[in-house]
């Protein structure tokens, strides 16, 4: 069955074409909320409060953009939201994620031809740039996810965030810096002599 | 011609695969030349190939949690918030059962009177509180827009009596669903009583006389043998079972025990009577001690 179909299903009241699509769009929710807000617990939270809403709201959508889309905005701005209250309500300014919760819950990717030594500097290369990505700001974290770990073409994240292609394109490149700038402060992660740009 | 201004940009877009080749062929001039430039362009590499690594798999049972709080978001504003929420459609049978039940105890004459569009206080009985149930469960249903009656709508093939209830439930009034005149058809025999309330708990079609009566029956026969007081059985107020009911419940063997659970109904006689219904055949399963 297609989106579409699961999604006129779903606004009938159908649930069991609803929990298709939740199964069909859940790791990439998830996986946003949980970076954008640095916490597997909060992700969990928000994205479940996403699939809510998407339920909640079927009845407005009406196939502007297509489903798993418009389920990633409200997934995004949900997020957005919780991170400006959270900013306020406390005094350090970023949470850090807890290396533990970390390394369990990563998937197991196979370093092709990688020894142990090299598999082990991957996964801290792995925290490294997770505690990274915990500190530039929310927008840049928000293109960085959603480019480089959900896979969404600019095209997609330009409707998801309502802005302009090229507004979307130089985003993600300053996210990029920024993160590399960050991996720098942090310390020696990409090794030698480095550029100071 | 690429210089470091547009550096950042162009490796970028490289790395998304979003340059023309004649791009690409002056952005790597400039890398060749530059090595401030080609540091940042081989370190944003490095993060483009490591950031994928970093998704990971949902936690177990997520799926499980989302269909839950939406299948509770099926059942809108029970009154006073009581117990957890029940499945809208048993609601709705449910309703019409007690409702005609109501009609046929002659109690129907209070509710002919009130005026409508005004919502009942907390605590008032049944029908009102189910109607009401069963209309905003309806209109609280997010994903229909329309007021259009559907097959589940309580509108269809439903006695008079009911009608009655839904329109003055409904604030706007307009009960487009009420609007066939047709009577509830004869009863046919059935087999047992638990088979019939399966049946309209499931699809939710006209309740026959036998089933309409067997409710009734079972509520007045287990009062009778338990030796309570019948008391009025004319006014049942049903609502969903609390965690706090099932530890205090008690039930007459260990099979009623285990059958027992947070979708059942507690049945309000009278004014002190409680008992426990099972939800699918409308059986009691057990009373709760008046303190």
């Given amino acids: 069955m297609t989106e579409q179909e699961l999604v006129q299903r779903a606004r009938e009241g159908d649930e069991l074409a609803f929990a298709q699509l939740v199964t069909d769009n859940e790791k990439r929710i998830y996986n946003l909320c949980r970076r954008l807000t640095g916490n597997p617990d909060d992700g969990a939270e928000l994205a479940q409060e996403a699939f809510l809403n998407a339920w909640r709201g079927l009845g407005k959508f009406h196939g502007e953009s297509s489903f798993a889309t418009w389920l990633y905005r409200l997934a995004s701005n949900a997020c957005i939201d919780f991170l400006r209250r959270e900013k306020r309500r406390r005094s350090l300014s970023m949470t850090v994620s807890l290396d533990d919760e970390e390394e369990g819950r990563q998937a197991e990717l196979p370093d092709q031809g990688a020894g142990p030594e090299e598999r082990l500097e991957r996964a801290e290369d792995r925290r490294a740039i997770a505690r990274a990505l915990e500190q530039v700001s929310p927008e840049h974290r928000q293109v960085l996810v959603m480019r480089e770990l959900s896979g969404l073409s600019y095209a997609e994240i330009s409707q998801v965030l309502g802005l302009e292609e090229g507004t979307v394109k130089s985003r993600i490149a300053r996210a990029r810096a920024a993160l590399r700038k960050r991996l720098l402060a942090e310390g020696n992660f990409f090794g030698g002599a480095s550029s100071t740009r | ?291």
Wanted: net charge negative; with cysteine; charged share 25%.
């Fill in chain 2, 1 to 291: 011609m690429c210089d470091c201004e547009k550096a950042l940009d162009w490796i970028s877009l490289d790395l998304d695969g979003a340059l023309t080749p004649q791009e690409r062929r002056e952005l790597e001039d400039h890398l060749a030349v530059c090595p401030g430039c080609a540091a940042l362009a081989r370190e944003l590499a490095a993060l483009h190939r490591v950031l994928p690594e970093l998704e990971e798999e949902v936690p177990e049972g997520f799926q499980q949690a989302v269909m839950e709080r939406v299948r509770a978001e099926k059942v809108q504003a029970l009154p006073a918030g009581r117990g957890r929420a029940v499945p809208w459609r048993r609601w709705l049978s449910l309703a019409a059962v007690c409702a005609v039940v109501l009609a046929g105890a002659g109690s129907l004459g209070r509710f002919w009177d009130r005026s409508g569009g005004t919502e009942p206080a907390a605590g008032e009985t049944l029908p009102v509180q189910a109607a009401q149930a069963g209309a905003a469960a309806q209109a609280g249903a997010a994903p229909q827009e329309e007021a259009a009656p559907q097959k589940e709508a309580a509108g269809e093939g439903q006695g008079p009596e009911l009608r009655l209830y839904t329109a003055m439930a409904d604030p706007s009034g307009a009960r487009e669903a009420a609007d066939s005149g047709e009577v509830l058809p004869e009863a046919s025999p059935l087999p047992t009583v638990g088979a019939a309330m399966n049946q309209a708990a499931a699809q939710n079609e006209d309740l026959t006389e036998a089933q309409r009566a067997a409710l009734t029956a079972n509520c007045a026969a287990w009062l009778q043998t338990s030796g309570l007081d019948p008391a009025e059985a004319g006014l049942l107020t049903v609502e969903a079972v609390t965690q706090t009911d099932l530890e205090a419940a008690v039930c007459p063997g260990e099979d009623q025990r285990a059958r027992l659970d947070l979708d059942d109904y507690r049945v309000t006689l009278g004014s002190s009577d409680v008992l426990l219904c099972d939800s699918a055949t409308l059986e009691v399963l057990g009373y709760l001690p008046t303190v």
